[in-house]
């Protein structure tokens, strides 16, 4: 588990992260059917390599390495990680 997308992204799932992303791991992008229905885009757990590149593109501030995630948005890590089956 690597970095994580939590509520500020919900309603706003601004997808700045998903063109900083090196490796394609932050979903739903714009261009797939659960954008629309998703309230908030997903890291995968699994591709993401850390590199923190989406953290200061995110105009919300949604993104955190999981060691700098707020308590009260815990919650989120299972959340991402759910979206893809991890
Ligand atoms: Fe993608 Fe890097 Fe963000 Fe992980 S930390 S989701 S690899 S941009």
């Known amino acids: ?3 994580v997308i939590a509520e500020p ?4 799932k601004d997808t ?8 394609d791991c932050i979903h739903p992008k714009k261009d ?3 954008h629309a229905t998703e309230e908030l ?3 995968d757990p699994v591709e993401c390599i850390d590199c923190g590149a989406c953290v200061p593109v995110c105009p ?4 955190f390495a ?3 995630l707020p308590e ?3 919650a989120f890590t299972e959340r991402n990680a759910k979206y893809y089956g991890r």
């Open 9 to 12: 992204c919900i309603g706003t």
């Open 72 to 74: 009260k948005w815990h």
């Open 32 to 34: 797939e059917p659960a």
């Open 1 to 3: 588990m690597a970095y």
């Open 41 to 43: 885009l997903y890291i």
């Open 16 to 23: 700045a992260c998903v063109d900083a992303c090196p490796v």
């Open 60 to 63: 919300v501030s949604a993104i």
């Open 66 to 68: 999981l060691d700098d």
